[in-house]
């Protein structure tokens, strides 16, 4: 079992920064890709980013391409979302997830996600 814990949400100005971090607890991290998801108002919760169990691989979906990235440190269970350049759109609740990074992973994909935290909250004015 795995419990994910988001933070580094904010209020940030149109064209600023944020660091998402999401800490995770239990065992076995490193068996798990983790992924990026956001919600806003109205709208179903959709694919950000993703990274593979060792960090080799990441994923992105194509509106955050060249402004957000992934990235993870095993020895500190944790994973991050640096994002940069931020839009009024990228406003949304971001959500940390794990699945296990074994046969089958997909890592767009949301249904595949077995643990997740309770969200952060992204603010971004124009």
């Known amino acids: 079992q795995v419990q994910l814990v988001e933070s580094g949400g904010g209020l940030v100005q149109a064209g600023g920064s944020l660091r998402l971090s999401c800490a995770a607890s239990g065992r076995a991290f490193s068996s798990y890709a983790m992924g990026w998801f956001r919600q806003a108002p109205g709208k179903e919760r959709e694919f950000v980013s993703a990274i593979n169990w060792s960090g080799g691989n990441t994923y992105y979906e194509d509106s955050v391409k060249g402004r957000f990235t992934i990235s993870r440190d095993n020895a500190k269970n944790t994973v991050y979302l640096q994002m940069n350049s931020l839009k009024p759109e990228d406003t949304a609740v971001y959500y940390c997830?794990?699945?296990?990074?074994?046969?089958?992973?997909?890592?767009?994909?949301?249904?595949?996600?077995?643990?997740w935290g309770q969200g952060t909250q992204v603010t971004v004015s124009s």
């Open positions: 997830a794990a699945q296990y990074d074994g046969s089958g992973v997909s890592y767009g994909s949301l249904s595949r996600y077995i643990y």
